[in-house]
């Protein structure tokens, strides 16, 4: 194992700090301390004993990352500015790998992109709008049509000498992705043959160590990928309702570049591609975002009214104790409202021969916690 050298002051290495599973971002770019004395990465050698520092740094964060609950806060919050603004969620989740951030300057050469706050990676609302952009212009479907690129997006192409209109702000506003649950991340390596000649090609391209052939050997690289991740995708029309029609459009064509373009980085070797679409957790979201706008009495009243006779008299009948303890402080509230939506249709029961609806009967009225005066 490799002695830690982080690049502090004398006084903070001879305590380092020690990382206990709070912000991993912070942890993997700003505490790197695979140095040796000479303050150059540690390479494996058998000899000195040391492994290769880049891969051992990675190794530290090979793990689920993320809280849950604040996570599901976080994704909560999103979706509801979104519903809000009358826009949709797309839930989408990975095949495979997931790399991010791949640019950004670290020591193991291959950066990545983590969350400020919640120390996940996540896709940054300007790349989400990026890759729809790319899908359109592709014309993987449709032909390209600036006037719809100039009403989603703001212009009609990147190049401003080719825009025949101004630009403009567009009619979407593409929110962060965000994680949905803890993300599993791993270590991934590439193989560059030539990195001398992508480095010095231009310098002298017939020095042998530099021209590309195959008596080079490759140069393991480690970098750090999220395994499957499943990510939240918020769009808004920035004018409300003026673009109910045309959101469908762009969740629909941001599901295919999803599923056919990825998303992130070495998307054109099957990193970042999410083509299952987990219809299921969207319909959850929705629902705690329903159940936060509305007011308790609100959002009893429009349980109750979701009943149907037979769940009903199994509720108040033999699963009675599980929906007193599902509804906690709101019982009182939902009985009530279950008497003045169903009080005749119960009452009805006290002759049935279903043992349910007779429970169900027997409970409501003759309970002595509900006043039927």
């Not at 010095?200 to 391209?205: A, D, F, I, L, Q």
């Not at 980085?265 to 591609?273: C, L, N, S």
């Not at 906690?328 to 009452?347: R, S, T």
Request: with cysteine.
């Amino acid at each position: 194992m490799n002695p830690p050298n982080p690049p502090l002051y004398k006084e903070m290495r001879e305590a380092p700090p020690v990382f206990d599973n709070r912000h991993h971002g912070l942890w993997y770019d700003r505490f790197f301390n695979q140095y040796d004395e000479q303050w150059q990465v540690y390479v494996e050698d058998k000899h000195r004993g040391t492994t290769d520092g880049k891969r051992a740094w990675i190794s530290t964060v090979e793990k689920d990352v993320g809280e849950k609950e604040a996570l599901q806060k976080a994704t909560d919050r999103l979706a509801m500015l979104c519903h809000f603004r009358k826009g949709d969620i797309h839930i989408a989740t990975g095949s495979w790998h997931f790399a991010t951030g791949l640019g950004n300057p670290h020591p193991v050469e291959n950066g990545f992109l983590w969350h400020p706050t919640l120390g996940v990676p996540y896709i940054p609302g300007a790349a989400v709008k990026g890759l729809l952009r790319a899908w359109l212009e592709g014309e993987w479907k449709e032909r390209r049509d600036n006037h719809k690129l100039h009403r989603w997006f703001g212009s009609e192409d990147k190049d401003p000498k080719k825009c025949d209109n101004d630009n403009k702000a567009g009619a979407f506003i593409f929110f962060d992705a965000l994680p949905l649950e803890p993300v599993t991340l791993k270590a991934d390596i590439m193989t560059p043959h030539m990195d001398e000649w992508y480095e010095k090609g231009g310098e002298n391209p017939l020095d042998q160590k530099v021209t590309p052939a195959d008596w080079h050997s490759p140069v393991p690289i480690p970098f750090l990928v999220a395994d499957k991740p499943k990510f939240m995708f918020p769009v808004a029309p920035r004018n409300g309702k003026e673009c109910a029609e045309e959101l469908l459009k762009v969740m629909k064509a941001l599901k295919s570049a999803l599923e056919w373009l990825g998303a992130g980085a070495k998307t054109a070797v099957g990193y970042g591609h999410m083509p299952d679409e987990d219809k299921n957790e969207r319909r959850k979201i929705l629902e705690r975002v329903e159940r936060a706008s509305m007011s308790d009495d609100e959002w009893v009243a429009d349980e109750v009214k979701k009943l149907n006779p037979e769940e009903l008299a199994k509720m108040l009948g033999k699963n009675r104790a599980k929906t007193k303890k599902k509804q906690g402080d709101l019982w009182p509230v939902y009985l009530e409202q279950v008497i003045k939506v169903y009080g005749e249709l119960i009452h009805s029961w006290e002759h049935s021969s279903i043992q349910n609806e007779k429970m169900a009967y027997k409970f409501i009225f003759k309970h002595k916690e509900i006043d039927q005066s």
